[in-house]
T-cell receptor
Framework: GAVVSQHPSWVICKSGTSVKIECRSL??????MFWYRQFPKQSLMLMAT?????????EQGVEKDKFLINHASLTLSTLTVTSAHPEDSSFYIC??????????????FGPGTRLTVL | AQKVTQAQTEISVVEKEDVTLDCVYE???????LFWYKQPPSGELVFLIR??????QNEISGRYSWNFQKSTSSFNFTITASQVVDSAVYFC????????????????FGRGTSLIVHP
């Protein structure tokens, strides 16, 4: 259980185009999803937190107009990198948590999407 | 502010050696949670352990063991008799208590330690 998928697993695009990455919780309802960015040999940096049906909360320094996040259903969140540039090339990882009645909920991580912008 | 330091950027060992990955953390909270994750070359993060700040008991799971010491703010991870399949990047992470009952842990990650196990 608690499987999170991402699509695509990798994408190469030209500078100036927009890229959409999907994150799905396959066997649970994810009330909260998170998007992380990881540069080579670096840590995971939280970009934003999204709750189903509401606007995402972005971390300081993350451009909300650049990285559009939509969490329209309990099993799907999308990250759109708008007008991508080479510096946006990175490994994007999503995670999801299932709402619980007590305690804290683990984040279940997706396999990541490697974006390369030429 | 929370901070996690993994001073070892890369460790190289030969199979069957024991190896310890260090993790030092900083937080002003009295209630917090510590994690270790494994990230193999495929990229997917694998959860290994979560430990809350009130539980200093060491834990052993197969070849894995964890040593939590609040006095030194450390949460070290030891792999006994390492295997080639253990080669991965290992992240230590720290989270506040969830904001509300039923809420989520939101870990702050260290920079990771790349472990290379040679046959």
């Amino acid at each position: 259980g608690a499987v999170v998928s991402q699509h695509p697993s990798w994408v190469i695009c030209k500078s100036g185009t927009s890229v959409k990455i999907e994150c799905r919780s396959l066997d649970f309802q994810a009330t909260t999803m998170f998007w992380y960015r990881q540069f080579p040999k670096q840590s995971l940096m939280l970009m934003a937190t999204s709750n189903e049906g509401s606007k995402a909360t972005y971390e300081q320094g993350v451009e909300k107009d650049k990285f559009l996040i939509n969490h329209a259903s309990l099993t799907l969140s999308t990250l759109t990198v708008t007008s991508a540039h080479p510096e946006d090339s990175s490994f994007y990882i999503c995670s999801a948590t299932e709402f619980g009645t007590s305690g804290g909920n683990e984040q279940f991580f997706g396999p990541g999407t490697r974006l390369t912008v030429l | 502010a929370q901070k996690v330091t993994q001073a070892q950027t890369e460790i190289s060992v030969v199979e069957k050696e024991d190896v310890t990955l260090d993790c030092v953390y900083e937080t002003r909270d009295t209630t917090y949670y510590l994690f270790w994750y494994k990230q193999p070359p495929s990229g997917e993060l694998v959860f290994l352990i979560r430990r809350n700040s009130f539980d200093e008991q060491n834990e052993i799971s197969g070849r894995y063991s964890w040593n939590f010491q609040k006095s030194t703010s450390s949460f070290n991870f030891t792999i006994t008799a390492s295997q080639v399949v253990d080669s991965a990047v290992y992240f230590c992470a720290l989270s506040d208590a969830p904001a509300a009952s039923g809420g989520s842990y939101i870990p702050t990650f260290g920079r990771g330690t790349s472990l290379i196990v040679h046959p």
